[in-house]
């Protein structure tokens, strides 16, 4: 069987495997060299070179590993060779790759973090590296949560912690140590300030629920009570109750209600108010309403007497 010249190079061609095309991250990716003889084939598929190069500036030569692209892209594209990344476009969009700016900045519109949501246990649930951002706990018990090793953490990483649960949840760091407790109705975010060690770098701030606001005028705890160890100041502080087994300390002390000897309310020992009514007003002594005398009052565990 004799063959032709051109039945040769046909069959030649045919041992020369193409460039094969696959999509990626929103562009065009092609493995294998792409020669200036190529793009013809490929021109419907934006396929882009660097400088001097084939397909996109004139050039002649093939595509190679290493190679970056300075002209003759479309932002967003990729280029590979033989599986090596070639160069991506400098500027990203809408279903393209994230790309970083010269700060190493990216910007989005939004992003959602995976949540992790788990009824309490009165167990331990053990975060790592690949845990959910924020773990959101439900239910009525309590719950302890341990911390990842800092070590396997890029620096900054963070965790929010949620606690809709009645029971307290209380955070651990991965030795062990409590770190601090979540109460119920309350959010805490906890981020790593350093790697170079596997515990000791956790820092933390609180979140509070919608029902507390503060402002320029002031702090509204709603419903909820201000427990400290320490010592409250301030120019004012207003509330229905105020417990303490410390002494209230200030300028002045206003109790804003004023009663009548027949609305006192319920009293607890050592209660103070006072009445607009009093008949007199006698140090210890029973009151009586129905006069005009202004009398402070305080509740002796029994009955409300003149104070």
Known sequence: MRLTFRAILLFAACLVPPPLMAQQGGGVVVSGPITA???TKWVAFNIVG???AACGTGGGGTLTAGATATSGYTAGQLLSS?????AVAPTSGANSVVLRDSNQNIVVNNESQAVNSFAATSGTVTLTAASAHTQLITGTLAQTLQLPDETTLAIGASFLITNTAIGTAT???SG???LGTALSGMAVVYYSVSNGSATGNWASYVLTPAV???GTLGL???SGAITTSGTITGGALAGTSVTTTGPVQGSTLKLTTIYTVGTLPAGVTGTRTQVSDAVTCTFLAT???GGSVFCPVIYNGTAWVAD
């Open 171 to 173: 955070i651990k760091d």
């Open 220 to 222: 509204n705890l709603g």
């Open 287 to 289: 009151l009586t309403g």
């Open 50 to 52: 660097d400088a001097g």
């Open 37 to 39: 003889g190529d793009c």
């Open 82 to 86: 033989n599986g090596s990344v070639l």
């Open 212 to 214: 507390v606001t503060w």
């Open 176 to 178: 062990g140590t409590t």
